[in-house]
């Protein structure tokens, strides 16, 4: 009985030890690292982006009002290969907006289609999007739109698709130790279409340093990141 007591003791001396360390960690200042430059959202992947004044950030990803990030991707309708600026940086110039259920997709040329999201959702045609080995579905937006990305992209047989979570995703996050200089929690996050993680983020004096040993200077819409951080010396945030 004597040795349960002391187990019992030790047990709860230690676990009040993590608790009061866990508290004290949770109440340390804040320390500031820089001020937010830009925020951005991409409602279609590779397609055009929306800057805007504030985000609202769930597990998921961003979003500002119905424009979700990355919540849209165009595919090849026959193999569902996925469609990016790197296949076709024309997609870059594609200008999408989603309002009152509704997703508008206008091309530079003063052409646009649309796709009222509630009849997506009751067809209900789904495509299995694939890229690099790993797949994810989603709800085919409809002739319209695919035509529009076909003629404008001059590929054939595009389809818009449009993401659900109650869909399969195989293209899930899991943090990797080589990713960072700095220890990060080893976890799974669940992704829309974009690549790596649910958010991303830059700094401009990481992107000053880089184009310092670039012959041709890139700006920070190249990285196409959800966040723009600037007054933070270059590289410091491979330790946050």
Not at 29 to 40: D, F, R
Not at 113 to 129: D, G, N
Not at 166 to 177: I, W
Not at 210 to 216: A, I, P, Q, V, Y
Request: net charge neutral.
């Amino acid at each position: 009985t004597l040795l349960f007591c002391i187990a019992g003791t030790i047990i709860s001396y230690n676990a009040y030890r993590l608790i009061r360390i866990l508290a004290s960690s949770k109440s340390d200042q804040w320390i500031p690292v820089g001020t937010v430059k830009n925020l951005w959202v991409h409602p279609i992947k590779s397609c055009k982006r929306k800057e805007v004044f504030s985000l609202y950030c769930d597990e998921l990803g961003p979003r500002n009002g119905e424009n979700r990030d990355r919540e849209f991707l165009a595919i090849d309708g026959a193999t569902g290969e996925m469609h990016t600026a790197r296949t076709a940086p024309r997609l870059v110039l594609i200008d999408p907006d989603v309002r009152d259920g509704v997703l508008t997709v206008t091309t530079p040329d003063g052409r646009s289609a649309c796709a009222v999201l509630s009849e997506v959702i009751e067809r209900r045609i789904v495509h299995r999007a694939k890229r690099n080995g790993k797949q994810v579905d989603g709800l085919d937006c409809g002739d319209a739109i695919g035509l529009l990305f076909s003629e404008f992209l001059e590929i054939p047989g595009i389809r818009l698709i449009y993401y659900r979570p109650e869909l399969f995703n195989g293209r899930l996050c899991t943090t990797e130790p080589g990713w960072w200089t700095n220890p990060v929690p080893k976890r799974t996050d669940t992704i829309r279409y974009v690549d790596l993680a649910p958010y991303h983020v830059s700094t401009e004096q990481s992107l000053r340093a880089l184009n310092k040993e670039l012959e041709t200077p890139v700006s920070s819409t190249w990285f196409r990141a959800n966040i723009v951080i600037d007054h933070s010396p270059a590289w410091d945030e491979d330790r946050w």
